[in-house]
C-alpha cells in the first residue's frame, strides 16, 4: 500500500480539522485502501515543522490547542514557510488551506503554482486560486501529470465536485442553481422571524458563521467564486471572479423580506452558471424572489443546497453543510481519497 506523504499549509480551523479526521477516522480510511502521513505542516502563527517519519496529528492538535506552538514537537526539525517550505519538504499531496484572497488569489495563489510545478498533488479549500486562476492551474497541473482538487471550495464537505466524476459523469449536466453562502441565508432567514438586518447579522458572527469583516459574505464575493468554480469544472468554462454577475443582501431589509411573505415567496440569495451549446452563460449571483414551491426556497438557516440540471436524470439536488472545521477537513481527506483511486501507487 502507498503511504501519501502530506504536507499542511495552514493548521487553522481547517487543518487541524484535517488532524481529527486522520486521527479519528483511521480505521476506515485504512480500511478504504489509504495510508497518509503528515510530513509537514506550516503555520505562520503556530509554527512550521516536519518529519520524514511522520508527524502525529495527534500530538499536533494537543500541542496546538495545549501551547500555541507546533515547535516543541518531538524530534522535528523547524521549518521554512510559503514556496520555499513545499520544495524542501518531500511531499506527495500539499493541502492549502490558507485563507481566501478574492483580490490576487495570494499567498495561496503563489503556493499551489509551486506545488503544481513541483511536480505535488494539490488538494485546496482556497477559494481564491480556482475562483481566480482556474485555467492556468488546470493546464499547470496537467503538464506535470498531477491532479488539483477542491472539493472544499463549494459547500465545504458535502460531496459535489466530487459527485461529479462519479455518479453524475455521463448525466449531461448542463446547468446549476443554488444556495451556495450559508451567512446570507441565515440572516434572510432570521430577518423572516421578524429580526433587523444588524440584529441578524450580529447573530451570525457570534454563531460563527460569519468572519469579523462579513463583506466576503454579505456583498456576494463568496457565492459568486463558488459560481465560478462551479461554472469551470462542472461546466468546463473558463470563468474567473470578474465574469460572475454580483449582488448580495446588503441594503435588503425586514420590510422587503415581510413584504415577500405576504406574497406568498420568500428572498434567498441565488447563485446560478449554465451551458448553452457547449458555452457557459449567466454566472451571476443575486437576490431571487421565489415561490415557496421553489426547492431553494425551503433551505432555512446556514445550510447549502445546490441543484445539476441533467439531460439524463432532470434535476438533481444536494444539500449539506456549507461550513465547519470536520466538515471542511474531510472534504481535503475525500480529495486525497479521489487522487489514491485515480493515481494508485
Same mark, same amino acid.
Given at each position: ?220 464575493? =463568496?457565492?459568486? @467564486?463558488? !459560481?465560478?468554480?462551479?461554472? /469551470? #469544472? ?6 474567473? $471572479?470578474?465574469? %460572475? *454577475? ?47 414551491? =421553489?426547492?431553494? @426556497?425551503? !433551505?432555512?438557516?446556514?445550510? /447549502? #443546497? ?6 439524463? $436524470?432532470?434535476? %438533481? *439536488? ?28
Amino acid at each position: 500500500m502507498k503511504t501519501w506523504r502530506v504536507l499542511l499549509l495552514g493548521f487553522g480551523t481547517v487543518g487541524q480539522g484535517v488532524a481529527e479526521r486522520l486521527r479519528d477516522g483511521a480505521t476506515e480510511l485504512a480500511a478504504g485502501g489509504l495510508d497518509a502521513r503528515i510530513v509537514g505542516v506550516i503555520d505562520p502563527a503556530l509554527g512550521s515543522i516536519a518529519s520524514a517519519e511522520g508527524l502525529d496529528p495527534g500530538q499536533l492538535l494537543d500541542l496546538a490547542n495545549r501551547s500555541g506552538s507546533l515547535r516543541d514537537y518531538p524530534g522535528a526539525t523547524l521549518a521554512g514557510s510559503g514556496a520555499d517550505a513545499i520544495e524542501a519538504i518531500d511531499a506527495d499531496v500539499v493541502f492549502e488551506m490558507t485563507p481566501t484572497n478574492l483580490v490576487d488569489g495570494g499567498p495561496g495563489l503563489q503556493h499551489v503554482r509551486t506545488a503544481l510545478g513541483l511536480g505535488r498533488h494539490v488538494a485546496t479549500t482556497n477559494k481564491g486560486p480556482v475562483a481566480l486562476a482556474w485555467s492556468e492551474l488546470a493546464e499547470l497541473a496537467r503538464a506535470n501529470d498531477v491532479q488539483l482538487r477542491c472539493e472544499g471550495t463549494v459547500m465545504s464537505g458535502t460531496p459535489l465536485l466530487n459527485v461529479c466524476d462519479g455518479g453524475l459523469a455521463g448525466a449531461g449536466v448542463y446547468g446549476v442553481r443554488g444556495i451556495l453562502n450559508g451567512t446570507c441565508n441565515f440572516v434572510l432567514s432570521r430577518m423572516e422571524a421578524g429580526v433587523d438586518y444588524d440584529e441578524a447579522l450580529a447573530e451570525a458572527q457570534e454563531l460563527g458563521y460569519a468572519e469579523t469583516d462579513p463583506s466576503g459574505d454579505v456583498e456576494g464575493w =463568496d457565492a459568486a @467564486a463558488k !459560481v465560478a468554480i462551479l461554472g /469551470n #469544472l462542472v461546466l468546463g468554462g473558463a470563468l474567473t $471572479l470578474s465574469d %460572475v *454577475s454580483r449582488e448580495g443582501i446588503v441594503g435588503i431589509g425586514k420590510g422587503d423580506v415581510r413584504s415577500a411573505a405576504r406574497q406568498g415567496t420568500r428572498l434567498r440569495l441565488v447563485g446560478s452558471v449554465r451551458a448553452v451549446d457547449g458555452t457557459v452563460v449567466e454566472p451571476k449571483v443575486g437576490v431571487e424572489e421565489l415561490s415557496l414551491d =421553489d426547492p431553494l @426556497a425551503a !433551505v432555512c438557516g446556514p445550510a /447549502n #443546497l445546490l441543484t445539476f440540471e441533467t439531460e439524463a $436524470l432532470g434535476p %438533481v *439536488s444536494i444539500a449539506g453543510p456549507g461550513a465547519g472545521r470536520a466538515a471542511t477537513g474531510h472534504a481535503l481527506i475525500a480529495d486525497l481519497l479521489t487522487i489514491h483511486r485515480q493515481v494508485g501507487s
